[in-house]
């Protein structure tokens, strides 16, 4: 008596076209959500009525394995402006740690703070003088405290409903308290800065900073900071931060040079209508 051979058919199920539609019609819907679809973003240059208006922002990343990394941070960021001048004030934090699961130890593999502000006030339609104060702390940096005190003169190159771009120079005395010394200087500043309207729901802003060592000939620090906005809903946006700080002259015992952070957070949009 013969046996029956039964040959498994290993060709793949066709799937319906409504099974695939519905499949592809998800992550669609997702990134139209996360594009803030109906929502309009932040504005770049905010309208000159006199009131605050502003974002609290805060992120948090946890990942497991053979080591559990932990990082957290927040933010604030706003401002007060009207038809002569305007009041921008910022502040960052990032704290994170690494734990060796297999060891125990933990170890902070960063801890930051950053605050500053500046004062502009129209001494034309076109130039603009101001006033700043900058603040920092990096602990992996050996950095106590950084305050950078700085005034001068701009020009408002480029505006277009809330989009614009300026530029402007002067000077600044910097003092860095190190754990090992501290070291007070002066420097020339020479700056940009843009806002732009990327889409209905998508704004941009960056800022770069060259200051020039006047008693060290050769000697800089460039500070970049850049935030990419997308509205989720009428009060919530995604964020994405990117900033750098370099020094040329890192003092004895400190090795890198550059400094460079990049943040994912959700932000909370605070005044306006």
């Avoid at 498994?8 to 499949?23: Q, V, W």
């Avoid at 409903?161 to 003092?175: A, M, P, T, V």
């Amino acid at each position: 008596m013969k046996k029956a051979i039964c040959t498994e058919d290993k060709t793949p199920p066709r799937r319906s076209f409504r099974a695939l539609s519905r499949r592809a019609i998800k992550p669609c819907m997702a990134v139209a959500c996360l594009c803030g679809v109906g929502y309009a973003a932040a504005d770049t240059l905010p309208i000159p009525d006199g009131r605050w208006r502003g974002t609290l922002s805060g992120g948090l990343s946890v990942t497991a394995g053979n080591t559990r990394s932990t990082s957290i941070n927040v933010g604030a960021d706003f401002t007060r402006r009207t038809d002569s001048d305007k009041l921008h004030a910022v502040g960052t934090g990032l704290y994170a740690t690494q734990r060796d699961n297999n060891t125990g130890n933990t170890n902070e593999t960063s801890n930051l703070a950053r605050a500053g502000a500046q004062y502009d006030f129209d001494l034309s339609p076109k130039i603009f003088g101001f006033g700043s104060l900058g603040l920092e702390h990096d602990e992996l940096q050996r950095l106590e405290l950084r305050s950078v005190l700085a005034g001068g003169a701009g020009w408002h190159a480029w505006r277009r409903g809330n989009e614009f771009f300026d530029l402007s120079s002067g000077i600044s005395y910097n003092r860095e308290q190190y754990e090992p010394q501290t070291r007070d200087t002066l420097e020339l500043l020479f700056a940009e800065e843009s806002g732009l309207q990327v889409s209905p729901t998508t704004t941009f802003k960056q800022r770069l900073a060259v200051f020039p060592n006047l008693q060290e000939t050769g000697e800089y620090r460039i500070v970049f900071d850049s935030t990419l906005a997308t509205a989720i809903t009428k009060r919530i946006s995604l964020q994405l931060t990117l900033s750098d700080r370099y020094q040329s002259n890192p003092p004895p015992g400190v090795k890198k040079q550059n400094d460079l952070l990049f943040l994912t957070n959700i932000s909370w949009a605070i005044g306006g209508n």
